[in-house]
């Protein structure tokens, strides 16, 4: 099964002589018809905010709803709703399989506009688009399962049986390209149907917290120069376990990520932190590589909100090593693990600080608003409670790892 949902727009668009927008029927953006035309006009307001947005507003999507487009079965027509932000009038398509709505395509209305054959021969290829919607949500659900087992299996002949497994159900389609998304927190079930994914899945998250609580917002740390944060062990303790949505979204090129993308995006919407993506992949075998890749990219977005909120794996630098460091010493280095407790949160954030200013005390004492003297009391206490030298670049490289580390796993 292939969802190339973007040829199918082009083909929509080139029958009717217009662009056209395809949405899922939750109105999220799946894929748009180019837009070549001089008039200004064609690019009215809701149809450049789903564009850019990936979604329309409740206020849209209540006026074009009250035309009964989620029962029509043919081509509705629905006037202008200056009110509601809709300045142009549409032509919406509706997307279905077996009679239940999986979508909608949009073409802004003109005159004299296209004729009835011209309609029907674009409603016959808006029947294929629902067929692929119905499929890959099927496909999404039905293989959570499997896709869980590969994800989670370790090494050795379990995850071989888990790999063939997934292979199995995938068919043709899994020796193809793919790109691991990983959107964490992620809280209840796995979602029923997300458009242009092969399978979906809930994984527990990696944490090493040890004092529970809710999963880690924006106002916690972010590491960087003058930031407004309350440093790693504020991450630390804020931080549980829980789990994380693991989504397995087919790509035609590595180098075109676009698909992988708008997945993270329009999950993102349901209120989740972040969302990383490992490199893509041809084939299964590595599945299990590529979700420590997003897991750890999602977890340098929350961290680092410079990187997110949805981080390219290729893109967060030294944290694709602090991830596995990380990831293989859960307890960390016993000589910062005192440092990260919630008691010395006030120094841990300064050394961080320092640190990040590659140890110019003019800079850290300015970013953090405090004294020069300050500073160094505060760096002193520093050494005395981990018995570490920040005159020596050693010393100064295993707490700089320490508490970026932390940020991943705190």
Same mark, same amino acid.
């Given at each position: 099964?292939?969802?190339?949902?973007?040829?199918?727009?082009?083909?929509?668009?080139?029958?009717?002589?217009?662009?056209?927008?395809?949405?899922?029927?939750?109105?999220?953006?799946?894929?748009?018809?180019?837009?070549?035309?001089?008039?200004?006009?064609?690019?009215?307001?809701?149809?450049?905010?789903?564009?850019?947005?990936?979604?329309?507003?409740?206020?849209?999507?209540?006026?074009?709803?009250?035309?009964?487009?989620?029962?029509?079965?043919?081509?509705?027509?629905?006037?202008?709703?200056?009110?509601?932000?809709?300045?142009?009038?549409?032509?919406?398509?509706?997307?279905?399989?077996?009679?239940?709505?999986?979508?909608? *395509?949009?073409? #802004?209305?003109?005159?004299? =506009? /296209? +004729?009835? $054959?011209? @309609?029907? &021969?674009?409603?016959? !290829?808006?029947?294929?688009?629902?067929?692929?919607?119905?499929?890959?949500?099927?496909?999404?659900?039905?293989?959570?399962?499997?896709?869980?087992?590969?994800?989670?299996?370790?090494?050795?002949?379990?995850?071989?049986?888990? *790999?063939?497994? #997934?292979?199995?159900?995938? =068919? /043709? +389609?899994? $020796?193809? @390209?793919? &790109?691991?998304?990983? !959107?964490?927190?992620?809280?209840?079930?796995?979602?029923?149907?997300?458009?242009?994914?092969?399978?979906?899945?809930?994984?527990?998250?990696?944490?090493?917290?040890?004092?529970?609580?809710?999963?880690?917002?924006?106002?916690?740390?972010?590491?960087?120069?003058?930031?407004?944060?309350? +440093?790693?062990?504020?991450?630390? &303790?804020?931080?549980?376990?829980?789990?994380?949505?693991?989504?397995?979204?087919?790509?035609?090129?590595?180098?075109?990520?676009?698909?992988?993308?708008?997945?993270?995006?329009?999950?993102?919407?349901?209120?989740?932190?972040?969302?990383?993506?490992?490199?893509?992949?041809?084939?299964?075998?590595?599945?299990?590589?590529?979700?420590?890749?997003?897991?750890?990219?999602?977890?340098?977005?929350?961290?680092?909100?410079?990187?997110?909120?949805?981080?390219?794996?290729?893109?967060?630098?030294?944290?694709?090593?602090?991830?596995?460091?990380?990831?293989?010493?859960?307890?960390?280095?016993?000589?910062?693990?005192?440092?990260?407790?919630?008691?010395?949160?006030?120094?841990?954030?300064?050394?961080?600080?320092?640190?990040?200013?590659?140890?110019?005390?003019?800079?850290?004492?300015?970013?953090?608003?405090?004294?020069?003297?300050?500073?160094?009391?505060?760096?002193?206490?520093?050494?005395?409670?981990?018995?570490?030298?920040?005159?020596?670049?050693?010393?100064?490289?295993?707490?700089?790892?320490?508490?970026?580390?932390?940020?991943?796993?705190?």
């Amino acid at each position: 099964m292939k969802g190339d949902y973007q040829d199918l727009v082009d083909e929509i668009s080139a029958l009717l002589g217009a662009p056209a927008t395809l949405e899922n029927r939750d109105f999220r953006l799946i894929a748009f018809g180019a837009h070549d035309s001089d008039d200004d006009l064609a690019m009215d307001p809701v149809r450049t905010r789903s564009i850019l947005t990936r979604q329309s507003t409740a206020a849209v999507r209540a006026w074009f709803e009250a035309f009964g487009i989620a029962r029509a079965t043919g081509p509705v027509r629905i006037p202008a709703a200056p009110d509601a932000g809709v300045f142009r009038g549409r032509i919406c398509l509706p997307v279905r399989y077996r009679g239940i709505v999986q979508g909608y *395509v949009w073409l #802004l209305d003109q005159e004299p =506009g /296209p +004729g009835p $054959d011209t @309609l029907a &021969a674009a409603m016959e !290829v808006a029947e294929r688009i629902g067929v692929l919607l119905a499929e890959e949500a099927k496909a999404g659900a039905d293989l959570s399962r499997e896709f869980r087992e590969v994800l989670t299996a370790g090494r050795g002949w379990q995850q071989d049986m888990a *790999v063939a497994a #997934l292979r199995l159900a995938l =068919g /043709p +389609g899994a $020796d193809g @390209l793919h &790109a691991v998304v990983c !959107v964490e927190p992620w809280s209840g079930e796995a979602p029923a149907s997300v458009p242009g994914t092969a399978a979906v899945c809930t994984v527990p998250r990696p944490g090493r917290g040890e004092d529970g609580g809710e999963a880690r917002g924006a106002g916690a740390g972010t590491g960087g120069p003058g930031a407004e944060t309350s +440093g790693p062990s504020a991450v630390r &303790a804020g931080r549980k376990a829980g789990q994380a949505l693991a989504v397995l979204v087919r790509l035609r090129s590595a180098e075109v990520l676009a698909p992988a993308l708008g997945v993270a995006t329009r999950l993102l919407a349901g209120g989740s932190a972040a969302a990383g993506i490992a490199e893509p992949r041809r084939g299964l075998a590595a599945l299990a590589d590529a979700w420590s890749e997003a897991s750890a990219a999602a977890q340098a977005a929350a961290a680092q909100p410079r990187f997110g909120p949805v981080a390219q794996w290729s893109a967060i630098g030294p944290y694709r090593m602090l991830a596995a460091l990380a990831a293989a010493d859960p307890a960390g280095d016993p000589a910062t693990r005192v440092l990260l407790g919630p008691a010395h949160r006030e120094l841990a954030r300064t050394a961080e600080l320092f640190l990040d200013c590659a140890g110019q005390a003019g800079r850290a004492a300015a970013a953090l608003g405090i004294h020069r003297q300050t500073l160094y009391y505060r760096l002193a206490r520093v050494e005395q409670l981990t018995g570490l030298d920040l005159d020596e670049g050693e010393d100064r490289l295993l707490l700089h790892m320490a508490l970026k580390a932390a940020r991943l796993y705190g």
